[in-house]
């Protein structure tokens, strides 16, 4: 009887821990996304987005730069969207039209 107590004080605590672990969790640095994003952005094969500039501020990720579509400009967007702890994005990227020639 002494023992299933003690197993079961032990389980409750060790879920309550967890639970407050879980709700304690910080959001991913701004360096973290910045390093995330760039690494999207650069292997994607629509955006090809390794001159691109990448500015994160409180997980608001800000796009600079140029891209010959405004297909790749979009992509950008989706793409940097889906990194886990990105808040908003700011699209700021010049298309060029030079791809489509």
Do not use: H, W
């Not at 197993?7 to 640095?29: D, T």
Request: net charge positive.
């Amino acid at each position: 009887m002494k023992f299933r107590t003690t197993v079961a004080f032990l389980l409750a605590f060790l879920l309550a821990a967890a639970a407050v672990a879980g709700a304690q969790k910080a959001p991913p640095s701004d360096d973290y996304l910045y390093d995330l994003v760039r690494r999207r952005l650069a292997s994607d094969p629509v955006v090809k987005g390794g001159n691109l500039e990448v500015e994160v501020k409180k997980g608001i990720v800000t796009l600079r730069g140029e891209v010959e579509l405004e297909k790749q400009k979009q992509r950008a967007t989706k793409v940097t969207k889906k990194v886990k702890g990105v808040k908003d994005v700011e699209n700021l990227l010049v298309v060029s039209g030079k791809g489509g020639r």
